[in-house]
């Protein structure tokens, strides 16, 4: 299927490794030019090498200074029409325990630094009438995930502004969705899993175990099966979806 985005160009967050790298992978293999974004840029160029369409870029998502030089970089060459906002996860933490500073912190750099990056880079595609926003979230903000209070929390406030934004915007031909992760076989999931066995004296192999076996599918997800949804949502063909939630957790969410 030709998904209509061969010479588009995309900014992807958090394209180091994980679900970041899979959706920068997908998107050039449809021919698209990607900015991938990381704390360090040789941490994208470890996987990627010298890719042609593939351009390394280190900046901080916590950083609002070092997410202003990347929208001033990416908009004086023209800007992009995909943006994949991609924050990566805070530290696990129960609700009753997180302190203040915590929440303040990881909000400025899951939520409002994202909100800003993208209110800089959106004029670019309103004026052309054609872009793609998609923000990657978790299931926690459907069904609550234990001891990931700032995840929860925080994400739930990115999902409300991408349903308000997507309103505002789907005149001027720009889509804003929101993909939510299951367990992915990522490094951020294999760290959660290794907390889960250290706080509840268990072993890693118990704790994935004990994860597949609520999952319907049975299994934890491959990074390229999510990647393929936000790619889909980032194509020509997804032009009629917007404001949307989409999870990809092999059925593990059981509400309706």
Do not use: C
Request: proline share 4%; charged share 20%.
């Amino acid at each position: 299927m030709d998904l209509g985005i061969s010479g588009k160009r995309a900014l992807v967050m958090g394209a180091s490794r994980g679900l970041g790298r899979a959706i920068a992978e997908g998107l050039l293999a449809e021919g698209v030019t990607v900015y991938g974004v990381a704390r360090t840029a040789e941490a994208i160029t470890a996987w990627a090498g010298d890719q042609a369409r593939l351009t390394p870029i280190a900046a901080e998502l916590a950083n609002l200074a070092s997410v202003d030089a990347l929208a001033d970089r990416l908009l004086a060459e023209g800007g992009i029409d995909i943006l994949i906002n991609n924050s990566g996860g805070p530290p696990p933490g129960a609700a009753a325990t997180v302190g203040r500073g915590d929440w303040l912190a990881q909000f400025e750099a899951m939520a409002a630094n994202l909100f800003h990056l993208t209110g800089r880079l959106l004029p670019t595609m309103r004026a052309n009438r054609w872009g793609r926003i998609v923000t990657i979230a978790s299931s926690g903000v459907e069904q609550p995930i234990a001891n990931l209070a700032l995840s929860n929390g925080i994400r739930s406030a990115v999902v409300a502004w991408s349903k308000t934004l997507a309103a505002e915007v789907a005149g001027d031909g720009v889509t804003v969705n929101i993909v939510l992760p299951g367990r992915i076989q990522t490094t951020r999931v294999d760290e959660l899993d290794a907390a889960a066995a250290a706080r509840t004296g268990s072993t890693l192999e118990a704790v994935r175990t004990a994860s597949a076996a609520a999952i319907p599918a049975g299994r934890y997800g491959r990074p390229e099966e999510f990647a393929s949804m936000v790619v889909f949502l980032a194509s020509q063909n997804a032009s009629y979806v917007t404001g949307s939630k989409l999870r990809v957790d092999g059925g593990a969410i059981r509400s309706i």
